[in-house]
């Protein structure tokens, strides 16, 4: 090989490399700020930057009204000491009563918990013409049934709601509640509250389907015998449901929304390109991508300075509207020319080869799906709602292994399903557990989770 040909080869094995270093370097640099993955996977020493808002010195400021604690009703008061003065500070003991409201201090305990036993004693009789021993049959509904309505919704609480471990929810269950119980009667508590949320879990899934608004999302859940498994969400303002599906594909995106024809905001993940009616693209994982495209060099991440100036103008525009500071027609005249220097911002990104380059062409693919949310104010620019609901599966997710077999997983999504829907609707979520129990063991329908003109006033 002549001299030139081999510095002319060496030459474009320096461009290979440099470009393998660039990408590599991308790669290395890839954190919750530009990108999808979570801020628990930043690199060491990396502080999660909080909104400026957000950024205040802690504890109590100057002037600010007191949160007190509210006293209890009375009715819930067992015990009064009347405490009257005596002496005044100044020594006289010539003291006389006023209309004055006397002064309250409340000290709240929790006695002793006693669990109520309930026992059904069949009596043996002996039958005098055949001599056969016989006794009355317990009533259908307490067949194989060992515990209540209240102790059900005490571990829906636990396994469901707080995510305890089956252990520690059995040492709550034995040592607190004096609940005798095993593991295998807290699996079947959890099959029976599976069977109880059927018709709720059913009922809730086809009243976000009916919403003209629905956000959708998914997270990792292992299933049995180390296999991959996905937790689904789809949820609108008032309700909420999960689905475990084995795949994070088209398919199970289809059989997550079913029949619903509104108003769809998800990522820019691709199981959801079957839909093709009204979508809302999420601008909170946009500006992420913008982000990453800024850390480029050269004209490709100057354009990405650019777009991500513009994502966190165009967000903070939105948020203005939300918090009432911006009319909304105000922000209608101001989003189309907003809405030109983004796409043409993209449009010159995409004549770029490389990683950056094709990442301004997939976004260019869902131009129809940037701005849904300026001609309807109903729908957001961002999937973070739902993104929050979905974090309850996530927690338990890393406290747990997933789960082992199918029943569990049924136990998960309806179990989740009471969960973020009873927060939605500021209901009490132990309250609405023992009503439904009470009801399945009564052979009655359960009550509705979609029956937002019954809400209590407290959350559990």
Known sequence: MDKDAYIKQLEEEIIQLKKRIEELERLLGMNSRNSSKPPSTNPPGMSVVLPKRRRKKRGARKGHEPHLRELLPQEFVKKHFHLKPEICTCGSKNLEETSEEPLRHQVVDIPPIEPQVTEYVQHIYRCKDCGELIYQSL???????????????????????????????????????????????????????????????????????????????????????????????????????????????????????????GKLVTDRYNAYNFYTLIR?????????????????????????????????????????????????????????????????????????????GGKCREILKHKKYLWTFVQDQRVEPTNNFAERIVRQGVLWRKSSFGTQSERGARYVERILTVCATCRLQGRSIIEYLRDACRCHLDGIPAPSLVNTGHHLAKSA
């Not at 300075?305 to 903070?316: N, T």
């Not at 105000?330 to 189309?336: E, G, K, L, S, W």
């Open 139 to 261: 009533p259908d509904g307490l067949k194989r049934k060992h515990f209540g309505p209240g102790t059900l919704s005490v571990v829906g609480i636990l396994t469901g709601v707080l995510n305890t471990s089956k252990r520690k929810a059995l040492a709550m269950l034995n040592e607190v509640f004096l609940v005798p119980m095993s593991l295998g009667g807290l699996s079947n508590c959890e099959a029976q509250l599976t069977d109880v949320l059927e018709q709720p879990y059913n009922e809730a899934a086809e009243h976000v389907r009916e919403q003209d608004v629905g956000h959708a999302d998914e997270t990792g859940w292992p299933r049995g015998n180390k296999q991959k498994g996905w937790l689904w969400a789809f949820c609108c303002a008032t309700a909420a449901f999960f689905m475990v599906h084995a795949n994070r594909n088209q398919q199970a995106a289809r059989k997550l929304i079913g029949g619903f024809a």
């Open 280 to 356: 809302q693209i999420c601008w909170a994982h946009l500006k992420r991508d913008f982000k990453a495209i800024s850390e480029a060099k050269g004209t490709i991440g100057k354009i990405g300075e650019d777009l991500h100036g513009l994502a966190k103008k165009i967000l903070k525009l939105r948020k203005r509207v939300r918090d009432g500071t911006l009319q909304w027609e105000t922000f209608q005249r101001r989003m189309p020319e907003l809405q030109k220097r983004v796409e043409s911002l993209l449009k010159a990104g995409a004549n770029f080869d490389g990683k950056m």
